[in-house]
């Protein structure tokens, strides 16, 4: 063992030790690449189940239909009168329609200004009251008015009142229902769950004056489309890559596939054949959602206050009619009502392939920190040989006397330039979300600009000024280290965007000082490619324009802070 | 930067710029100051400023402060801070006050650096004293230590028991026994851990008498030093009392720090280890702990006995990690010493690894206390993880500072090993 640890020392000693670090940094990013194509694999991956044995989903009958199918097309016939009149108009004709059902209701206003936009709207609500319950407890049912894409929810107002009238009659409920009707489906329901959880801008958002108990659940419905369905889309993706309980999620595909048999679809997969290529696709769509880190339905502020909430939505040609996703509804809720305790058994963070397959976080969080991890190896790298001496000591003698081997390092300039590049995020990120909406495209090319002139700028001036290679090294080793650091306190929480970014950026570790001009115009290129605003052009779909509340705007854009400036440091190594 | 000439322009440059800096967050980001406060890396229960708003206000009502089971500081604090407008109304003066503390603690660290006592002290010259950092770089590095400035936007009393014992420190490097030994009563009286940096503060003095009126037996001179402490902090606790009506501050105060009666996260090692521990163990685990944090002391002021101030500097670094409510507020002051040793710096050998170690979990650190709190989707273990790794982080600093010190003081007794690697036998 002593001989063993002996020549492990000479091994640390070994020159060729330090030609290692680049491979092993290539190695990792790779191995992260491939351990996620292996993901949906089904020895990676798993079959869903459910945890939390209180929920016991599909077990009872459902009874909804029959003549609330005649009640449904009442309130249908007065929901389409209302299309296209204002939010204070169909508010005013739905309440005594709800207070008739022998409901509470209350209003609540609120106002957002984000990107020189307004957001103003009222939203309408309403409380069952448990005849069972204390009022401790809670479940939402979400119906806005429009959904994410613009459309009018023509069907789902009219079926979430009737499934209200229906539940009034019921005398097993023991939490409250509240029915929520907002008038759109970000902004609406952001205010109002902030003002039950009192964490809202009175300025800005009238408070509640009728609250339930804890909310325990909410399940939104998004029923634009005419006519039959056929399958029902599970939207899940909560603000911030934050997810629900897998156990909600789990309960509905049971509910709807196991006793209903109606078809579930996740991710906009529209058509899924359990294949690899298809759960990979379902995968990366997700991973790509939640990267992204936007609400993508009424659901989705939820998530943030611990309510885990699904959004359903149905599509397709089939012969399914309103009363069966009334029937899922109830057969959710019904599990809901079981509930002894919050739901906690199951997962949080989860990648899901397919409706029953998913990866936990234990097995795909390995690929990200791999990514990660090469940062870091780098970084260490670069600060060993930032202490090596200048001139060339022969192996030999490096064994013998190995102490005065280190060189000392100067570490006031690359710290302090380090600082400084990171502390430049701030402005674009107090830009991007102070300015109106009109500014922003000029401003967004206006950094483009910055962020291409900048690197070499800075590389110029640092090369003037007498930058030793030491210092270059350092630079990069703090760069590194700092970004390795970012993106493995954000794959905690953030798994999809920190290998989003982590991918991104893993060309600069690899970037050198170079001599030839062609190798630096190359890197420059590559770099640029890569570079944020670079990639928001490529996606500009997705991203810069729909920036709406200013809640959702302020916690994307602190995402955005960690992993934008390291981003910027690198290309300056080109040089 | 070594060898910088420091003249009162740049000094008075240093105290503004730290200054501004600190009111610009104060005045330009108000939500910070409240928002910091509420962090349990800065504030622990024995020095936050939330707390102290609740003790005051019952104070001000001439109530026992100490009745709500929440305030757990010293008496004094009441009278200094109901003296100044309230911090709701007008927070201007307590932000000076904890500005003018912050600038106080440097003015005392300057002094410290600028004695040279980190190098050379009365019965040790290190061979490699001449390269170290002026106290203007020192006094910088304490004041823009993002810690030191986190601890005092967020409003920490801790910054007041920091203040002492640098100024205790400094009264001793300058030949003030009575002066450090008044500066000591009063960080023991705020916080009580400060009374164990009392055995080698005492020999830091001694060695450092003026020479015109030395006294000569050691055992007189401690004995001088232990009576002064305790006839302070009599007076102090007189007062204490006077002010309170009872004695009822010392369980208060003392006992919660002694007994670790309030379980509030931070970043110790105390307070998980204690909520899972059955109660039948607790009063043991108790004294084992406090006999553990204590027992540095004795072995540390022998070992190390021919540089006084190193003992009280890994003390710090010890208590950081090891005492029972530990913030970031403990970790500036020890960092703030860290850089006296400049000379011995070359001799370190894992200064990138536990920097890293230390970046990664304070960046970690909050990222998980987020999953568990507010998420959810965390729990108690994941903080937990992360404060072990940062008490790994600071307690690699302290083992290789310590080591960069003892071979330096090896070096000179064994000339002819001085460069050679040494291997653990």
């Known amino acids: 063992m002593p001989r063993l640890l002996a020549s492990a020392l000479q091994l640390r000693r070994d020159p060729r030790m330090l030609k290692l670090p680049p491979y092993l940094s290539l190695l990792c990013i790779l191995a992260g690449v491939a351990w996620l194509f292996l993901l949906p694999l089904d020895q990676y991956s798993r079959r869903t189940y459910i945890s939390e044995n209180a929920l016991l989903p599909g077990q009872v009958h459902t009874y909804f239909g029959g003549s609330d199918q005649n009640v449904f097309r009442a309130y249908k016939h007065e929901a389409n009168e209302l299309v296209g009149k204002s939010n204070a108009e169909f508010n005013d004709k739905l309440e005594p329609i709800i207070k008739g059902i022998g409901l509470k209701t209350a209003r609540q206003n609120f106002t957002y200004h984000a990107a020189g936009q307004t957001f103003s709207g009222e939203n309408l609500y309403a409380i069952l009251q448990a005849p069972r319950g204390d009022a401790t407890e809670a479940i939402v049912l979400v119906a806005a008015w429009e959904n994410v894409k613009g459309e009018t929810n023509r069907n789902g107002i009219p079926l979430a009142l009737t499934l209200l009238r229906y539940f009034k009659r019921w005398s097993l409920w023991s939490k409250d229902i509240i029915l929520l009707i907002t008038p759109d489906s970000i902004a609406g329901p952001q205010a109002w769950v902030d003002a039950y959880h009192d964490a809202h801008d009175p300025a800005r958002v009238s408070s509640l004056p009728l609250k339930s108990g804890l909310l325990q659940g909410a399940i939104a419905i998004d029923y634009a489309q005419e006519g039959r369905f056929d399958s029902v889309h599970i939207v899940y993706d909560g603000v911030n890559g934050q997810l629900p309980n897998l156990d909600l999620i789990n309960s509905i595909v049971n509910i709807a596939g196991g006793q209903m048999g109606i078809g579930v679809a996740l991710q906009e997969m529209w058509h899924h054949d359990n294949g690899y290529p298809d759960r990979l696709r379902t995968m990366l769509r997700g991973m790509l959602k939640q990267g992204l880190g936007l609400a993508s339905g009424p659901h989705s502020s939820f998530i943030p206050y611990h309510v885990d909430a699904v959004t359903l939505r149905p599509f397709g040609e089939g012969w399914q009619d309103e009363m069966a996703l009334g029937r899922v509804v109830e057969g959710s809720f019904r599990s809901l009502n079981n509930l002894l305790e919050h739901l906690h058994q199951s997962f949080f963070f989860y990648l899901l392939m397919q409706r029953e397959r998913f990866v936990s976080i234990g097995t795909y969080l390995p690929s990200a920190m791999a990514v990660a991890i090469n940062f870091t190896i780098m970084a260490i790298a670069l600060w060993v040989k930032s202490g090596q001496p200048a001139e060339v000591t022969t192996p030999k003698s490096k064994t013998e006397t190995p102490a005065p081997a280190t060189a000392e390092r100067d570490l006031f300039l690359p710290l302090g330039v380090v600082t400084l590049i990171q502390s430049l995020a701030i402005i674009p990120l107090y830009l991007f979300n102070h300015v109106p909406e009109s500014a922003l495209t000029p401003l967004f090319l206006a950094f483009t600009l910055l962020n291409t002139l900048l690197p070499p700028t800075l590389a110029h001036l640092l090369a003037t000024s007498n930058t030793t290679l030491q210092q270059y090294h350092l630079i990069q080793s703090f760069s590194l280290l700092l970004l390795g650091m970012f993106l493995s306190s954000l794959a905690t929480l953030n798994f999809s965007l920190a290998l989003i970014t982590g991918l991104l950026a893993a060309p600069l570790s690899f970037v050198r000082p170079y001599r030839s001009t062609a190798a630096k115009v190359a890197v420059s290129v590559l770099l640029n490619a890569v570079s944020p605003t670079a990639v928001v052009l490529a996606a500009a779909a997705y991203w810069g324009t729909d920036v709406t509340t200013v809640l959702r705007e302020a916690a994307v854009g602190w995402h955005v802070c960690g992993t934008y400036s390291p981003v910027v440091v690198y290309p300056r190594h080109a040089q | ?425």
């Open chain 2, 1 to 425: 930067m070594d060898g910088a000439k420091v003249t009162p322009g740049r000094t008075a440059g240093l105290y503004a710029g730290a200054a501004v800096l600190r009111l610009a967050i104060f005045t330009l980001f108000p939500g910070i100051p409240d928002l910091l406060t509420g962090r349990v890396e800065i504030s622990t229960p024995v020095t936050s400023f939330k707390r102290l708003q609740e003790g005051l206000f019952l104070y001000n009502h001439n109530v026992s402060p100490y009745d709500g089971g929440v305030y757990h500081q010293a008496p004094l604090f009441l009278p200094l801070f109901s003296l100044l407008p309230s911090s709701a109304s007008l927070p201007i003066f307590t932000y000076l006050l904890y500005i003018a503390v912050d600038l106080l603690s440097a003015s005392a660290l300057w002094r410290i650096a600028d004695s040279g006592e980190s190098g050379s002290s009365a019965l040790f010259t290190s061979p490699r004293r001449e390269k170290r950092w002026s106290g203007f770089v020192i006094a910088a590095l304490f004041l823009l230590n993002p810690f030191t400035v986190a601890t005092c936007i967020g409003r920490s009393t801790s910054v007041f028991t920091t203040c002492a014992i640098l100024h205790a420190v400094a009264k001793a490097v300058s030949g003030a026994p009575f002066g450090a030994m008044v500066a000591l009563s009063f960080a023991s009286y705020l916080s009580m851990y400060p009374l164990l940096l009392l055995p080698p503060l005492v020999l830091l003095c001694y060695d450092r008498q003026r020479s015109g009126r030395a006294t000569k037996s050691m055992l007189q001179f401690a004995g001088t030093c232990t009576a002064t402490v305790a006839g302070v902090l009599s007076v102090l606790f007189q007062l204490s009392y006077l002010l309170t009506g009872s004695w009822e501050f010392l369980p208060s105060t003392y006992g919660v720090q002694l007994t670790l009666s309030d379980l509030a996260p931070n970043v110790g090692l105390w307070w998980y280890f204690f909520i899972e521990m059955f109660d039948s163990f607790r009063s043991f685990f108790l004294a084992v702990f406090w006999l553990h944090l204590s027992s540095y002391v004795a072995g540390l002021t022998v070992r190390i006995r021919r540089q006084p101030l190193v003992v009280l500097t890994l003390l710090l670094g010890i208590f950081n990690i090891f005492k029972p409510y530990p913030s970031i507020s403990d970790t500036s002051l020890f960092l703030a010493l860290v850089p006296l040793y400049r000379h011995v710096f070359p001799l370190m050998r894992y200064t990138f690894v536990s920097a890293a170690v230390v970046l990664y979990a304070s960046c970690l650190g909050p990222a998980f206390y987020y999953l568990w709190i507010y998420a959810g989707s965390g729990n108690a273990n994941f903080f937990y993880a992360i404060t072990l790794v940062w008490g790994l982080g600071l307690s690699l600093l302290v083992c290789d500072l310590m080591f960069a010190v003892l071979r330096d003081e090896w070096e000179v007794e064994r000339p002819e090993m001085a460069g050679k690697e040494i291997r653990q036998i």
